[in-house]
């Protein structure tokens, strides 16, 4: 089955940037997303359509794309961060979502 | 604004079936896949399936074939996913979420717990 993978891990210092890199085979054909959850919470889309950012997600916020790999771009990063990050996105056919395994962001 | 509404939290037992509803509004709701999502405590977020809910039809994960439905009625614009023969790793918030115009909304989840 078709599978997204993400590093479970990324620490950054405040005010660094933080980079959380997803590696599918079809993402050079379908849209990634992106979501930040922090304990409790629902997850927050924070990038759609690879680099879109919704309405009220900071600026620092950013996403990008090279061939089979998406990544989420966090400039500057703060202290409010900190959160697990998953990416998601759909098969080569357009009908199953796929979840990376989630990202877990820490700010030292 | 598009808004989904879920129904509220549900404490069911080993082998029996819930079924958790989507109320939609805010766009129109034939027109976009309604799909399902959980997560289950301290995991990561997995995809159930979708239906189409111009004609019913569903794509359900291969995992949750045979123990899955997902319906809905078009005239109150809400979507239903039941699990049946529920088992306690069923234990999880489930989520509805949508795309309208690829942009994907989510419903404020829905937590089901399985314990006898």
């Known amino acids: 089955s078709y599978e997204l993978t993400q590093p479970p891990s990324v620490s950054v210092s405040p005010g660094q940037t933080a980079r959380i890199t997803c590696s599918g085979d079809a993402l050079p054909k379908e849209y990634a997303y992106w979501y930040q959850q922090k304990p409790g919470q629902a997850p927050i889309l924070v990038i759609y359509?690879?680099?879109e950012r919704p309405s009220g997600i900071p600026e620092r916020f950013s996403g990008s794309g090279s061939g089979t790999t998406v990544t989420l771009t966090i400039s500057g990063v703060q202290a409010e961060d900190e959160a697990d990050y998953y990416c998601q996105s759909t098969d080569s056919s357009s009908t199953f979502w796929v979840f990376g395994g989630g990202t877990k962001l820490t700010v030292l | 604004q598009v808004q989904l509404v879920q129904s509220g939290a549900d404490v069911m037992k080993p082998g029996a079936s819930v079924k958790v509803s989507c109320k939609a509004s805010g766009y129109t709701f034939n027109g976009y896949y309604m799909h399902w999502v959980r997560q289950a405590p301290g995991q990561g977020l997995e995809w159930m399936g979708r239906?189409?809910?111009?004609?019913?039809?569903?794509n359900y994960a291969q995992k949750f074939q045979g123990r899955v439905t997902m319906t809905r009625d078009t005239s109150i614009s809400t979507a239903y996913m039941e699990l049946s023969r529920l088992r306690s790793d069923d234990t999880a918030v489930y989520y509805c979420?949508?795309?309208?115009?690829?942009?994907?909304?989510w419903g404020q989840g829905t937590l089901v717990t399985v314990s006898s």
């Open positions: 979420a949508t795309f309208p115009d690829l942009v994907p909304y």
């Open positions: 239906i189409n809910p111009n004609n019913g039809g569903a």
């Open positions: 359509k690879d680099s």
